[in-house]
Antibody, heavy 122, light 109 residues
Framework: QVQMVQSGAEVKKPGASVKVSCKAS????????VHWVRQAPGQGLEWMGW????????DYAQRFRGRVTLTRDTSIGTAYMELSRLTSDDTALYYC???????????????WGQGTLVTVSS | QSALTQPRSVSGSPGQSVTISCTGT?????????VSWYQHYPGKAPKLMIY???KWPSGVPDRFSGSKSGNTASLTISGLQAEDEADYYC?????????FGGGTKLTVL
């Protein structure tokens, strides 16, 4: 079945960077977009951006531009999210999610990864 | 790109129907038929319940239905069951952005 499996929890110091991986299986990886969404403690879901796993093209939410980089490795069916210049406000659960559209984005997400907790603390 | 507006909480008894609203603008909810809804149990991955305003993904019961009027989308859950108690989020495309609602906690009384 289609699955997205993320890397484990991370603890980082303010100012550092974090890179989270998302291993896809059960479908042709390059045929779909992968989105990243985060949820800070007690807050709602926040969309961060997407990557076209075929072309490598990306789009980022305005508030993360310049700090987030989405990449992918088609040889191993894995997408990555790197967030730099971390602050305590970046402490959150980070999710990857596959777009439902094949060959183009339908801007909805299924399935989701299990989430990766990133804690930023001095 | 402000978050879409959802009620913080709704409640209903088993067997009843509840509706969760999601208000955006003409740039997002009102401008595109790319509204989706997610069910989220704390600590679990969110689950897609409705996409394209009113379409069902495979495996989602038809007790869940979606609609849209102007800048407001709605999720209706009929025949409420105990397992429906969860957080629900709407999401919309806005041309150059994607935005979620703030989430609604559904309590089954």
């Amino acid at each position: 079945q289609v699955q997205m499996v993320q890397s484990g929890a991370e603890v980082k110091k303010p100012g550092a960077s974090v890179k989270v991986s998302c291993k896809a299986s059960g479908y042709p990886f390059s045929g779909y977009y992968v989105h990243w969404v985060r949820q800070a403690p007690g807050q709602g879901l926040e969309w961060m951006g997407w990557i076209n796993c075929d072309t490598g093209g990306t789009d980022y939410a305005q508030r993360f531009r310049g700090r987030v980089t989405l990449t992918r490795d088609t040889s191993i069916g894995t997408a990555y999210m790197e967030l730099s210049r971390l602050t305590s406000d970046d402490t959150a659960l980070y999710y990857c999610a596959r777009d439902v559209g094949y060959g183009g984005s339908k801007n909805c997400f299924d399935p989701w990864g299990q989430g990766t907790l990133v804690t930023v603390s001095s | 790109q402000s978050a879409l507006t959802q009620p913080r909480s709704v409640s209903g008894s088993p067997g009843q129907s509840v509706t969760i609203s999601c208000t955006g603008t003409s740039s997002d909810v009102g401008g595109y038929n790319y509204v989706s809804w997610y069910q989220h149990y704390p600590g679990k991955a969110p689950k897609l319940m409705i996409y394209g305003v009113s379409k069902w993904p495979s495996g989602v019961p038809d007790r869940f239905s979606g609609s849209k009027s102007g800048n407001t989308a709605s999720l209706t859950i009929s025949g409420l069951q105990a397992e429906d108690e969860a957080d629900y989020y709407c999401c919309s495309y806005g041309g150059t952005y994607t935005v979620f609602g703030g989430g609604t906690k559904l309590t089954v009384l």
